[in-house]
């Protein structure tokens, strides 16, 4: 693992300054449904990822609060899609949207259905969602159920989602386990980054801190010339599979 200090590019926080305003993290609402869902105007960053891959632990860990991400005790039973506001002084500039995990054997095939249907649709037609991390256990790769969720985002991602595939519990594996992991998920990843993260050992946090600043703040990454461009059509989002 290299010791060389990430510096930040052009109009970049270090460290610091990103895991600061993670830390400005706080609840904003929960959903059962779509459409309880409120209409975002920032950008909004959604996890997602199989039960037991650490998602929770990933958000409180970047957000450097113990209990903002729920944890359930029996994996796959929370099913409510939770968003965090960011922003300092009372000002939300972007969103986290935690979103349930699935793939869990003991939930019920009926739930299962339901809910991937949910999460399909979020992932196609909601307005501002503009990244995404994947979470997944290295160990096990990225599955059947991680494909389906990629092709299911792919033309998104085509269109400039922000896309990230984030292998967690990299402090199980050997330097040279890590490397296979990256290669072999690079391949998968369809465009989008992978990254090595460790909550335990502290890997990979503050550049993936710096990274969801990036996303959340893209017109203060841009070089001046195309700051003063004027706005570009957005491109509507397809709509949701029936």
Partial sequence: MSTTPHVPGPGLPDARAALGWMHTARFLTTAAQLNQLPAITVP?????????????????????QRQLAFASKKPGRTQH?????????????????????????????????????????????????????????????????????????????EQGLKFLVLLTKADKLTRAEQAKALSIARLQAGGGEVRMFSALKRQGVDEVAQLLWQWAHPAENAPVSEQNQPETQHHQAPQAPE
């Fill in 81 to 157: 899609i939770n968003l965090f506001a960011l922003g300092k002084q009372g000002v939300t500039d972007a969103v986290l949207a935690d979103l349930p995990g699935y793939g869990y054997a003991a939930v019920s095939h009926s739930d299962k259905q339901r809910w991937q249907q949910v999460m399909a649709n979020y992932l196609v037609s909601r307005q501002g969602l503009t990244g995404i991390v994947l979470l997944c256990d290295p160990r096990l790769g990225l599955t059947e159920l991680d494909e389906a969720l990629l092709e299911v985002v792919r033309p998104r991602v």
């Fill in 44 to 64: 909004e960053i959604a996890f997602v990822g199989r039960s037991n891959a650490g998602k929770s632990t990933c958000i409180n860990t970047l957000t450097q």
